[in-house]
């Protein structure tokens, strides 16, 4: 095949992810988080390989993202790594020829495990031109499509079944956990969650083969975040191409959607730093 593929593995859509205590590292229950994401990782990498694509980019994407271990990694194997970076959860993915969405999950109106849309801190919701309440599958989806990079495969939180199916029905969904509250979930043992991971990686690959797999395009490139506190949206409009809607909501307008993309990940850090002065 001799073709790139990319994979964006988060972690609150992994199974038996649950907790703030499995989050970040230094949390009581992190060692469970890095362990799981690396066999997931090595699992989807070696299928990719063992299927004929020559290399395999994988950004780690959650967190400070240095949450997969990189002495496991199979020949073949490039790392992105690190915090803040262009492009957040899709660095690396520029060439390939399609993207896996490990470990995605819920937005909060969905009422997923974990569920949050970048920043549980200081968003509440992002809303696009044809779609309300996105999760990060469906805003990262759209900025690969711009780049020309389509997404074959989406494995995480149930709840995202629908939203896939509805904009992208090309992809093909693995359920990782399914929810059964906010903070907890039921998920399959984790080798047969691999099982289901190297099938629906084998159906991606046929479904790209046969042309069905397309990039996803925006039908307007603008982005609607809704804050948390006034705050972070007083900060926000301090930013070029950014709208204020109201006290909590704005609008990113610049002219390309992956502009806009990159602005939401400047906005969430300056609505961190207003936490600082309040």
Same mark, same amino acid.
């Given at each position: 095949m001799g073709a790139r593929a990319f994979i964006s593995i988060d972690a609150e859509g992994l199974p038996f992810i649950v907790g703030r205590y499995h989050l970040m590292p230094g949390d009581p229950l992190f060692s469970e988080l890095r362990e799981v994401s690396t066999r997931i990782t090595v699992a989807v990498a070696s299928r990719l390989l063992d299927r004929g694509y020559q290399e395999v980019v994988v950004a780690d994407s959650h967190?400070?993202? +240095?949450?997969v271990d990189p002495l496991k990694m199979p020949r073949g194997v490039r790392i992105v790594r690190g915090y803040p970076r262009p492009t957040s959860m899709i660095a690396g993915a520029e060439g390939s020829k399609a993207a896996f969405f490990l470990g995605y999950h819920s937005s909060p109106a969905r009422r997923g495990v974990l569920a949050h849309t970048y920043s549980g801190r200081v968003i509440q919701r992002v809303n696009l031109p044809d779609a309300r309440d996105v999760t990060e599958f469906l805003l990262n989806a759209y900025a690969l499509g711009e780049l020309g990079v389509p997404v074959a495969l989406l494995a995480?939180?149930?709840?995202?079944?629908?939203?896939?199916?509805?904009?992208?029905?090309?992809v093909v969904f693995v359920e990782l956990q399914r929810p059964i509250g906010s903070t907890a979930g039921i998920a399959r043992s984790?080798?047969? +969650?691999?099982?289901?991971?190297?099938?629906?990686v084998d159906d991606a690959i046929a479904r790209i083969e046969s042309g069905e797999v397309k990039p996803l395009k925006p039908r307007e490139p603008w982005i609607e975040v809704e804050f948390k506190r006034p705050w972070h949206a007083d900060a926000a409009s301090l930013f070029p191409c950014v709208e204020r809607l109201d006290g909590l909501r704005v609008r990113l307008t610049c002219e390309r959607y992956l502009d806009n993309f990159k602005m939401l990940e400047g906005l969430v850090l300056a609505a961190y730093a207003t936490e600082r002065l309040v």
């Amino acid at each position: 095949m001799g073709a790139r593929a990319f994979i964006s593995i988060d972690a609150e859509g992994l199974p038996f992810i649950v907790g703030r205590y499995h989050l970040m590292p230094g949390d009581p229950l992190f060692s469970e988080l890095r362990e799981v994401s690396t066999r997931i990782t090595v699992a989807v990498a070696s299928r990719l390989l063992d299927r004929g694509y020559q290399e395999v980019v994988v950004a780690d994407s959650h967190g400070s993202m +240095v949450n997969v271990d990189p002495l496991k990694m199979p020949r073949g194997v490039r790392i992105v790594r690190g915090y803040p970076r262009p492009t957040s959860m899709i660095a690396g993915a520029e060439g390939s020829k399609a993207a896996f969405f490990l470990g995605y999950h819920s937005s909060p109106a969905r009422r997923g495990v974990l569920a949050h849309t970048y920043s549980g801190r200081v968003i509440q919701r992002v809303n696009l031109p044809d779609a309300r309440d996105v999760t990060e599958f469906l805003l990262n989806a759209y900025a690969l499509g711009e780049l020309g990079v389509p997404v074959a495969l989406l494995a995480g939180d149930e709840t995202l079944r629908e939203e896939a199916a509805r904009h992208a029905p090309w992809v093909v969904f693995v359920e990782l956990q399914r929810p059964i509250g906010s903070t907890a979930g039921i998920a399959r043992s984790i080798e047969e +969650v691999i099982e289901d991971l190297e099938r629906g990686v084998d159906d991606a690959i046929a479904r790209i083969e046969s042309g069905e797999v397309k990039p996803l395009k925006p039908r307007e490139p603008w982005i609607e975040v809704e804050f948390k506190r006034p705050w972070h949206a007083d900060a926000a409009s301090l930013f070029p191409c950014v709208e204020r809607l109201d006290g909590l909501r704005v609008r990113l307008t610049c002219e390309r959607y992956l502009d806009n993309f990159k602005m939401l990940e400047g906005l969430v850090l300056a609505a961190y730093a207003t936490e600082r002065l309040v």
